[in-house]
């Protein structure tokens, strides 16, 4: 997770924030998933088409992951960091905020905080698999989900075993679904999808979606957008 040639590096509240500028003002921040980091290829397709189209992206890595730990930090740490590498790129408008899995919460528990216009779930958990100790299901994240008080799109693989968020339009919330995928959109040789098949769809259908809520920030956006 080290910073390369390719982006500027900012040090936050004891997590790292690695920024590619933009032609405009447009950010979006991308919060990682529990156990996966800033460097998936998931991120990577999503960072390219938001590059393309002129947006600044800033992925930021969690303080627990930068100490070379691998037990998340608390809910309210990670919020606080989340808001602090905010803040550190200057609060910038328009914003918005893509998160996989552990991250998407982290989204939307700070979005309308932060001001966001719209927050990207790339698999929200929503309710964990299995049971609790005494054979109960695990609590369900929904109100985190109903809580984000910006427009939601939920990219949800359709074998994800955490669940399938519900669409809600009263809440402004979409969600698509990705044929074969699992929680980190994997798909199976049996399902006939090629490997990396279903990371780019979820890619292209967020990028799309958070350059929508953006609005034009230069150009470029109509190629990388389509």
Request: hydrophobic share 40%.
């Amino acid at each position: 997770g080290a910073c390369g040639a390719d982006g500027a590096c900012i040090a936050v509240d004891g997590g790292r924030l690695r920024v590619v500028p933009g032609i405009g003002e447009s950010t979006v921040v991308f919060l990682h998933g529990a156990g996966s980091g800033v460097d998936t290829p998931l991120f990577d397709a999503l960072a390219a088409r938001l590059g393309a189209a002129g947006v600044r992206v800033a992925r930021l890595e969690m303080p627990y992951r930068v100490a070379g730990r691998r037990a998340p930090d608390r809910p309210a740490r990670l919020d606080a960091v989340a808001t602090a590498a905010i803040e550190a790129l200057g609060t910038p408008r328009p914003l918005a905020l893509a998160g996989v899995s552990m991250g998407s919460r982290v989204a939307m528990r700070v979005a309308a905080g932060s001001g966001a216009c719209g927050v990207l779930a790339l698999g929200f958990p929503l309710r964990p698999p299995g049971t609790t100790a005494n054979g109960g299901p695990k609590p369900s994240r929904q109100g985190e989900l109903d809580g984000a008080g910006v427009p939601v799109l939920v990219v949800q693989g359709d074998r994800d075993t955490f669940g399938r968020p519900e669409p809600d339009p009263a809440l402004d919330r979409r969600v698509h679904l990705v044929a074969g995928g699992d929680h980190s959109f994997r798909t199976r040789v049996r399902d006939g999808r090629p490997a990396g098949e279903a990371v780019a769809e979820a890619a292209r259908i967020g990028a799309a979606f958070l350059l929508d809520r953006m609005g034009p920030s230069g150009p470029g956006r109509e190629s990388a957008a389509g």
